[in-house]
């Protein structure tokens, strides 16, 4: 690993100020019109989950959820109101077509709240992946994904490792989450950093026989465990408390899929995984043409959609999208899940310009995101200000600094390219006048509103 240089943090007073100034900044971003476009009242059939409507008072007693006795767990009685409700099964209810919350959510502060503190009851490992992932139980009954720190905040991957070979970062999920908010998505869903106790709150609870057997003190006197997956779970790869104080993420789950079904598709730009092969999309400059008459890219908003999600992981660095998830509900009509984000924030030194292939060989984005990503770059909403405002409200920067601040320096010089690359699709559309538009018009609620200069 690579060792980058950390911003220094001696002068406490300076340090705070700048942290002040910077949070007064972020709300002032999400304060401003292009994050508060009007919008219409969801329509029910655009909403994922519905708690049933009022009944007869013969059937009501059907119409609450009344927990089975378990230890650890809470005695709950659950109704069609939300103030009954604990915060994970608001977020799930506020799940709607277009986002996975709202841009102002009272829900917000509590869930995250359940994530940074709320006791673990039961831990068992995530089937499936190539590295290791718990699944975390709380008292009311909600479950949060915890990856756990893999390396210290301050390396880099090594420039020797494909993409397909790097580790998950925990800092990085909670990173991509902060992110995808200020960028005004909200497709994440909420992610929080938290110190585990490796016994009392992974080991002493776990049910998981395989899990349980991977657990050993390490030669000066750490605990460890490594678990089952299909790479770096093994002694060598394992992972180790402070003795026993572990960093990791807690990301909320999204609803049971016997509840919300969710359908992968496949990255058009998907990476071949190999070290010797180049993707279609890498030998073909005009790749995109068809693409764009392939269903469901052909029509709606998909097309966009992903663009957005390209932006997004050109910023964080994240070469490894080879697939995204949507809401089966809401079959092509709906956003895109920016899902699995550990690969993300590994290099700060080098950017990836073939992330941003899509954007260059398709030249189509939302204005609406432009707009913002214009915003971004003024100096009163500066996107490693504002990013570095909000994750220091995770609970994990009192440790540390979740980015350090090369990170924090990359996202500006990233976000100057992704406009240099609209800018070049807009002069090459007037050069060509083929009648395609650079953008898709998404904001005709702001017609009045000064557009940011940047």
Not at 30 to 59: C, I, Q, T
Not at 88 to 99: A, E, K, V
Not at 412 to 419: A, G, I, M, Q
């Amino acid at each position: 690993m690579v060792k980058s240089h950390v911003r220094p943090l001696s002068d406490k007073g300076g340090k705070n100020a700048s942290i002040e100034s910077d949070l007064l900044k972020l709300e002032a971003l999400f304060g401003h019109p292009l994050y508060n476009m009007p919008s219409p009242p969801v329509p029910e059939e655009d909403w994922l989950l519905r708690v049933k409507p009022k009944v007869k008072a013969s059937e009501r007693s059907s119409q609450r959820w009344v927990s089975a006795s378990q230890d650890g767990y809470e005695d709950v009685h659950w109704n069609s109101s939300s103030s009954s409700h604990p915060a994970w099964l608001r977020f799930h209810l506020g799940i709607s077509r277009w986002q996975l919350y709202p841009h102002h959510d009272p829900n917000m502060e509590p869930l995250m709240q359940q994530l940074a503190t709320h006791r673990i009851v039961s831990t068992v490992q995530k089937s499936g992946g190539t590295q290791l992932k718990l699944v975390m139980s709380f008292p009311s009954y909600g479950q949060a994904m915890f990856k756990p720190m893999k390396q210290e905040r301050d390396e880099e991957t090594n420039y020797n490792l494909y993409y397909f070979s790097d580790f998950e970062r925990h800092n990085a999920e909670i990173a991509a989450f902060h992110l995808d908010r200020i960028l005004g998505y909200r497709r994440i869903p909420p992610v929080a950093g938290r110190l585990v106790d490796v016994v009392k709150e992974i080991k002493d609870v776990t049910t998981d026989r395989k899990l349980a057997r991977t657990f050993f003190a390490s030669p000066v006197g750490n605990e460890c465990f490594y678990g089952q997956c299909s790479y770096y779970c093994s002694t060598e790869h394992a992972v180790c408390g402070r003795p026993r104080d572990l960093e990791g993420s807690l990301a909320v789950m999204l609803p049971d899929l016997s509840l919300a079904r969710r359908k992968t598709w496949r990255s058009p730009w998907r990476r071949s995984y190999s070290r010797s092969k180049l993707a279609k999309w890498e030998t073909e400059p005009e790749y995109c043409s068809t693409v764009k008459k392939t269903p469901p890219y052909d029509k709606g908003t998909r097309l966009v959609d992903f663009i957005d999600m390209v932006i997004l992981d050109f910023l964080m660095s994240n070469m490894d999208r080879h697939h995204y998830e949507t809401f089966e509900k809401f079959v092509n009509n709906t956003f895109l899940l920016h899902l699995d984000n550990g690969r993300a924030f590994g290099r700060h030194s080098k950017d990836e310009p073939s992330i941003l292939t899509p954007l260059k060989q398709c030249c189509r984005i939302r204005r609406s995101t432009w707009l913002r990503l214009r915003l971004l770059t003024l100096p009163q909403y500066r996107l490693s200000d504002v990013m570095r405002a909000s994750l220091s409200r995770d609970p994990l920067h009192k440790v540390a600094p979740l980015l350090a601040e090369p990170h924090l320096t990359a996202l500006d010089r990233r976000l100057k390219t992704v406009l240099g690359t609209v800018s070049r699709c807009q002069k090459e559309q007037k050069r060509n006048d083929n009648g395609e538009d650079v953008f898709y018009e998404d904001t005709a609620s702001l017609k009045d509103v000064a557009t940011p200069s940047g």
